[in-house]
């Protein structure tokens, strides 16, 4: 299991030359709560956003992500219906968990995804402040059954808060 800001700020690196093609700047996540791409920071003048989709990425590696060639990286779309850990639109990181009955679990600070399910996200990371994060450690929360994606919040089932698990405040990364 890893966490997308572990991947955030590695190198995408080409295999085939061994050259450098940009930094993951984001993560792009589909409906089914996968991991659809990697948004790239190339530092091209005059050039949108780019993006390497999954299929195309060889291995999350600890240092990089690799990928076969430098055609692996594309423009992204405008009309792209993914949703981003930090992006501008369809920002997932700050949005509240709330359960259908108000109570609100946390605000989502990272995902957790695993690679052998296909990349599937499997988990939130919740925070609810600096001090608490400090004195309290941030919480853990499994991707419920049922989750909806509102314009404001993600609502999760009444039985949610049961499902919270404890960080370690000391292993905090990020």
Not at 14 to 36: F, N, Y
Not at 121 to 135: H, M, P, Q, R
Not at 162 to 169: R, T
């Amino acid at each position: 299991m890893r966490k997308a800001k572990d991947i955030i700020g590695l190198p995408v690196i080409e295999i085939a030359s061994g050259k450098q093609l940009g930094h993951v700047k984001d993560i792009a996540m589909d409906a089914d709560w996968r991991i659809a791409a990697v948004v790239v920071d190339t530092k091209h003048w005059f050039s949108g956003p780019k993006v390497v989709v999954c299929e195309k990425i060889v291995a999350f590696g600890d240092d990089a992500v690799t990928v076969t060639d430098e055609d692996c990286v594309e423009e992204m779309s405008d009309d792209s219906p993914w949703r981003y850990l930090d992006g501008d639109s369809g920002k997932v990181k700050g949005k509240p968990i709330v359960t259908v009955n108000g109570n609100q679990l946390g605000v989502v600070e990272d995902v957790y995804f695993e690679e052998k399910l296909g990349n599937k996200i499997v988990g939130y990371e919740l925070t609810d402040g600096f001090i608490s994060d400090l004195t309290d450690g941030r919480k853990w929360l499994p991707v419920p059954d049922r989750l909806t994606w509102g314009e404001d919040a993600l609502i999760v089932p009444l039985n949610s808060d049961a499902e919270l698990e404890d960080i370690d405040p000391i292993n905090l990364q990020g």
